[in-house]
């Protein structure tokens, strides 16, 4: 009996009850490892012959009178054994689950722990980097200040040795010298005093005390009076500290909120810095909310991507973004944290608060407008890792065809295939890269719009080349598109474009060219050429090829048709 356990196929033979004293089993399995169900079959008919083999030659050579019936056990003990073996792997596969749905959530909450104290060991090492350079500082500047007293001295001395000296050549009365030196002596107080005054008024700005190892090293000795007077500006009250200071260390916020805070300070420190809290303004914070509006939904799941990777992939990719009152959860803790600051005259205003988080204000994926495809083919391609050559083909691709960037980057040579004497790309999952299309409506046919034949598409063919846009690279996670992806968001940059418009809003742009039609193409040919779910259940709708014929296919293709687009013709 063949039997799918989890992802593998087992062979299962149930022993004869004679044989099983012998045996000292009621029945085998064997694992037939990763076959496939042809190869599983295969292997199964093979082991089911040597089975009998081996329960026949136990009967021959043992005393015990098989029956016709003897090598294969009744049908409700097979059943019986079945159902329990059964029940015993699900029991199993729920307690796997369990326990491994367990092991995550530790996971995530020792990490979540480790990155608040992160953060706070971040702030304090800065802190302590500031106190350390101020002391530095104030020591240099007690040299600075001995040096100045020393000159100050030796000029006093010289100036009066050269005084009495002229006294003594000019021969002037007693009298006369002593007048003369009390002037002497008059001028050099005033121009200590002055001196001294103008040290003062820089140095009498009171110390910070530090709690830090360094208050501990040991300084020069000064004089007791400037000691006090030597001074330097407290440091700024970082964000991270001022979590730590008003929010984390108090008994009447909650664990959730003391957790749920840190996160959102985490997040905001990750994508701006630990700022110091008078820094952060209304533009600060509008960025912010632009970072999170623009942040998938799974954000921090894949920790194989950085922050920027993370922003990239939701700008190129189908997928949800953080929900708008997650963003607005966000500043929602921001805010109370702020009303603490600004109680205690910390902070001028709380730029948190009064934003406006109407849904009607998300950020939506839009169509391109006529005016921006035009923006784009006036604009240069930037020079990068990217070249000009390899950006006009994938951008063509996705406006004349409405295919994802994943689904492109991922195109190989082989994926180029002649179906009814038609050019199309065959969009199929590629499992030795761990790659598949989004959704099983995704594996499709597209024929290849005349206008990418007669641009040169075919021509980035290379033969000794994997892949038809070659020159792309996979990312961390095996993402060919990212550095693409990432490279037409500098670009929209440079054309000034809105954040709704995206390099996935080609694929919005030929849905609404195609569902605009004053023609008889049907809805269902466009979920099929763009890999859609088909909203209808009929066989023809849920098989793309079979149930939709290549040539309504191609005529939708030839429908998508713009008044001007086209990017320089390759050479």
């Known amino acids: ?326 963003v607005k959860n966000h500043f929602m803790r921001l805010s109370s944290l702020w009303n603490e600051l600004l109680r205690r005259d910390m902070v001028e205003k709380n730029p948190w608060s009064k934003w406006n988080f109407n849904l009607s204000n998300q950020i939506s994926r839009r169509a391109w407008k006529q005016e921006e495809m035009n923006k784009l083919v006036n604009t240069p391609w930037p020079v990068g890792s990217i070249s000009n050559e390899t950006f006009m083909g994938i951008t063509m691709v996705a406006a004349y065809s409405g295919m994802r960037l994943g689904e492109i980057s991922n195109l190989r040579n082989e994926d180029i295939q002649d179906v009814e004497g038609v050019p199309c790309f065959r969009i199929c999952a590629h499992p030795e890269d761990n790659w598949s299309p989004k959704t099983d409506a995704g594996e499709r046919i597209v024929p290849i719009h005349s206008t990418l034949l007669s641009w040169g598409l075919l021509a980035f063919q290379k033969a000794n080349q994997k892949y038809l846009f070659s020159d792309l690279r996979d990312s961390r996670d095996g993402n060919r598109g990212a550095d693409f992806s990432r490279a037409f968001s500098r670009y929209k940059m440079i054309m000034d474009l809105p954040p709704a418009v995206t390099f996935h809003g080609f694929r919005h742009t030929v849905s609404t060219l195609l569902r605009n039609q004053k023609s008889d193409i049907r809805e269902i040919w466009i979920d099929a050429l763009l890999g859609h779910e088909s909203s209808h259940k009929s066989q023809g709708a849920t098989t793309y090829l079979s149930g939709i014929d290549l040539t309504n296919l191609q005529t939708t293709v030839e429908a998508i048709q713009y008044p001007d687009f086209y990017l320089g013709k390759r050479l």
């Open 1 to 326: 009996m063949l039997k799918l356990v989890g992802s593998r196929f087992h062979f299962r033979r149930v022993v004869p009850v004679p044989l099983r004293p012998i045996l000292g089993k009621s029945e085998i399995w064997i694992s037939l490892g990763r076959a496939g169900k042809v190869e599983a079959r295969h292997r199964a008919a093979q082991l089911h012959g040597q089975m009998t083999d081996l329960f026949e030659g136990l009967f021959s050579v043992s005393d015990i009178k098989q029956s016709s019936d003897s090598l294969t056990s009744p049908p409700e003990e097979i059943k019986s054994t079945n159902e329990e073996y059964v029940l015993k792997k699900e029991l199993d596969a729920r307690d796997t689950e369990i326990r491994i749905l367990k092991n995550i959530i530790k996971i995530h909450e020792n990490l979540r722990i480790t990155g608040v104290h992160n953060a706070e060991k971040i702030a304090e090492i800065k802190y302590k980097e500031t106190v350390f350079q101020h002391t530095k500082n104030l020591l240099l500047f007690t040299l600075e200040i001995g040096e100045i007293e020393k000159a100050i001295e030796n000029f006093r001395t010289e100036f009066l040795e050269s005084m009495e000296d002229l006294v003594r050549k000019l021969q002037i009365s007693s009298a006369e010298k002593e007048v003369l030196r009390s002037e002497i002596d008059r001028l050099h107080n005033t121009l200590v005093t002055t001196l001294t005054k103008a040290i003062e008024a820089t140095t009498s700005r009171p110390a910070p005390q530090s709690p830090t190892p360094y208050s501990e090293v040991a300084l020069p000795v000064v004089a007791e009076t400037q000691t006090k007077r030597q001074s330097k500006a407290p440091s700024p009250l970082l964000l991270s500290a001022a979590l730590e200071r008003f929010l984390n260390t108090k008994p009447a916020k909650s664990p959730e909120t003391q957790r749920d805070t840190s996160r959102t300070v985490a997040l905001f420190v990750q994508a701006f810095g630990d700022l110091p809290v008078r820094e952060i303004d209304g533009k600060i914070s509008g960025d912010f909310r632009d970072v999170l509006f623009s942040l998938p939904a799974s954000h921090g799941k894949r920790r194989n991507l950085s922050f920027q990777d993370e922003i990239d992939r939701a700008a190129s990719q189908d997928v949800p973004l953080l929900s708008t009152k997650t």
